[in-house]
């Protein structure tokens, strides 16, 4: 009878901190419902992507939470489809990362909104396949968050496009597994402050991330943070300068978790350095 009910505390001390093997720096809400699809950017227009939004495919809208504090700051939509899959990035390069995109497996195609205010501005189609789930960020170092990729887990590749002209410009391979879900907005999460080109992935079933500086297919650290059916973003979430702190919105309460993180230092809770390939073993 004390064994379970110890082992309840320690359950419950974990579901408070977010997950296992690290303690959370920062929970949010009941804000978003089951079904809605996270994003992360800079929809305020005042240079730090520390805001977050949802896709609701169910009424095709977004929603916006500008210094992610559980209150909806602005609503788009109807702008999009059921099933579309959603990006945030800055697609007309004007120096700030508050537009928004989706990709549209049904027809292969790419929707884009600059500004986030419910018109469709550009479209690429085809590029990609059916089963891609996409990912924005700045994959050629040009210093503009406008470029688009894909993660194809039936290949366990990545494709990149540089300025989403529809063309494949770029791929690695074998990173990741099939069921990773990859942190849909590229970020530095080495800390340099250059560019905004590594990519990372959640893995559920073992509530690891994997995170691969440059996006050149090596793994440069992991770490255990989150449950099973956490949906992962990324961004400046503590406002210190550089994009590389992560958070995931769990649908099942409704709330938001974040972690801060410097990955070019080793943090309590944390293991990192694995060797290239370390991801798939």
Known sequence: MRWILFTGFIISILLFLGGSSGQSDDVVGPWAI?????????????MVKDDVGVFRPSERNWYFDYFR???????????????DLPI?????????????????????????????????????KPWGLQDDLPIAGDFDNDGYYDDVGVFRPS?????????????????????????????????????????DNDIGVFRPSVKHWFFD???NGNTDHDFIWGWPGDLPIAGDFDRDGWSNDIGVFRPSERKWYYKYLYLGKSLP????????GYINS
């Open 34 to 46: 089951r079904g809605d699809q996270p994003i992360a950017g800079d929809f305020n227009g005042d």
């Open 69 to 83: 504090d559980g209150t909806t700051d602005r609503k788009i939509g109807p702008w999009g489809n059921r099933g």
């Open 88 to 124: 945030a990035g800055d697609f007309d390069s004007d120096g700030s990362a508050n537009d928004i995109a989706v990709f549209r497996p049904s027809d292969r195609g790419w929707y884009f909104d600059y500004d986030a205010n419910g018109d469709t501005n550009k479209v690429i």
């Open 155 to 195: 290949e366990t590749k990545w494709y990149f496009d540089f300025d989403a002209t529809g063309n494949t410009d770029k791929e690695i391979a074998h990173w990741g597994w099939s069921g990773d879900l990859p942190i849909p907005n590229a970020a530095d999460f080495e800390g340099f402050g250059d560019y």
């Open 213 to 215: 500086f440059n996006a």
């Open 269 to 276: 809770g944390m293991t990192g350095g694995m060797s290239p």
